[in-house]
Nanobody, 115 residues
């Protein structure tokens, strides 16, 4: 499996920016489709963005044009750059690795957007 640890969450004002990082262990990181998901209180977990081994990305409609997912296979790290943040972006953000062996998840990092 892939061990994942998220970081970079925090409190930010509307319109601000945050950059989330997900540090992964092991050589299998490069074999995984990576993703960011989020879950707000009382709501279901939703997909935010994914990126394939080859760097092809996909985004939820609600974050298109504002968020950018990227990966650095040499550093075993995936990032989520979040710009123009809105209060509706407030959630716990989870890193995901999807490989032939199954799916792995990080512990999550809190993002709060509030004035």
């Amino acid at each position: 499996q892939v061990q994942l640890v998220e970081s970079g969450g925090g409190l930010v004002q509307p319109g601000g920016s945050l950059r989330l990082s997900c540090a992964a262990s092991g050589s299998r990181f490069s074999l995984s489709r990576m993703g960011w998901y989020r879950q707000a209180p009382g709501k279901q977990r939703e997909l935010v963005a994914t990126i394939t081994r080859g760097g092809v990305s996909n985004y939820a409609e609600s974050v298109k044009g504002r968020f950018t997912i990227s990966r650095d296979n040499a550093k075993n790290t995936v990032y989520l750059q979040m710009n123009s943040l809105k209060p509706d972006d407030t959630a716990v953000y989870y890193c995901n690795a999807d490989g032939f062996w199954g799916s792995d998840w990080g512990q999550g990092t809190q993002v709060t957007v509030s004035s």
